[in-house]
């Protein structure tokens, strides 16, 4: 019987009968963990989990509600992070699919190539890299924003250079360090963001600060701010803050279990992804006005969050302080995740003689440490604030990152229709996939299609009120990058769109690693149950 859509079949996830086991030579690091095409295989469940979460919710959210209602106001953001939320769900089912039969090193990013033009997969793999090059110049340039509240001696570059030498340091420790930090950092976000929520609702009724606030805001100033131009300016910033839910994707070459671990993760971090920022957004619109002057924007060289504004007006001069130990604690984890993210995709370019040779090379157990080194290098870029200030170098780049996230996930829409029609065009059965995204192809279609729309619309506000050549360059340059890079190597390389009947559906299949870590192989396939402790079955509930 065919699975119904968007199910995981565990019967297919647990079967290992493709690949016999004894054909299967693994190579392991010290502490038995896999080595898989030069990573090792150390993330478990737990880790995908929160990985995603950690990633996405840093603390420029604490910072970004604010510019999303002062840029479209309290109800055009909530619209436009609906919006984007729904696209990502897509995104998600699709990448379920691919990544699930496919875990491999790259993930999209190589898949793009096999399936669609081995062009795509360069132009693709250099979008994703330099999207995450931004983010973590973004993510450095918040800190100086975080610290900038606090009079101390250190100049915003200082804190740059600090931060970033910190990093550098805990980037190299390795994917099971890493997933452990990332595992507790993202619990601790997740506690900050409910205290979040408890705090707005506290502070709307008049617990705290004795006025009552309710829907006042919307009333005056309104609900919608800046027309068009906001929405544009909107769009991107929620894709920004929604990007990184499809890193999960990538993280499946170095997790224990990627059939049975990734489908999972991605479905149930994409809802709580979903339902944190639709409530930071919605809290944020109704504590501060979308026209108040201390929220965060492109003229902005300082700036506070919607929640110290409220905690300020209510009585409490101190809340700073206390949202800026909430918001530095946040960052720890979305940088090491931004260099994470980058630094394997640069990887993967490598190994595949897309980049220097010199970036695939890794320890014996799996650290790629040239690639972390020079990626996390590039995050320097957020030196630029000492010229042009924090506000400025967010707004710039916020386009391009959110600009370079549109064409990736257009692209993993347009790979995975191809990938089903492959699929068909060779005979294959839709209940031969571990899982099925949902909807598909409609689903997939919209993915494809609102994302080119987002990508062209995003730069609108340039053309309005006079023409703007450096926000122009900004907004569209990554549009012509990615078409230079994909006829370039087209052209040097003389590749070609992949006939159907010519695309490998068995390469990278990962049979082997259904049935759970390497040490337990000889189980596979067992069906003996064992009885699971109530205490497991809670953790399981709220980290699975």
Known sequence: MASPPGVIDEKKLAAAD???????????????????DGLQRGLKNRHLQMIAFGGVVGASIWYGTGSAISYAGPVGALICFLVIGVDVFFVMQSLGEMSTLFPIQGAFIELAGRFVDPAFAFSLGWNYWYLWITNIANDYNNISLIMGLWATPIPSYGWILIFWAGFQCTSLLGIVFYGEMEFYLACWKLICVVGGFLVAILVNTGAIGGEYIGFKYWRNPGVIANGIQGFGKTFVLAAVYYCGTEMLALTAAESRNPSRDLPKAIRQTFWRILVIFIGLVFFAGIIVPYNNDQLLNASSKSALSPWTIALVQAGWAGAGNLLNVVMITAQFSSVNSAIYVASRSLVSLANNRRAPAFFARTTANGIPVNAIVFSNLLGLLALFNIAAGPGKVFSYLITISGSATF???????????????????????????????????WGTWFVVLINLFLVFISGYEVFVDGFAAVDFVFSYIVIVIFVVLYLGWKFIKGTRIVPLMEIDLVTGRREYLAGGDVTSLEGVGSTEKVSTPWYVKAKRFVFS
């Not at 493709?18 to 898989?36: F, K, M, Y």
């Not at 996930?409 to 191809?418: P, Y």
């Open 407 to 441: 064409i990736a996930w257009a692209f993993i829409g347009i790979t995975h229709l191809r990938l089903r029609r492959a699929w068909a065009a060779q005979g294959h059965a839709l209940d031969e996939l571990p899982y099925r995204a949902w909807l598909h192809p």
């Open 18 to 36: 493709d690949v016999p086991l004894g054909a299967t030579e693994v190579a392991l690091a010290s502490n038995g963990n896999i080595i898989d």
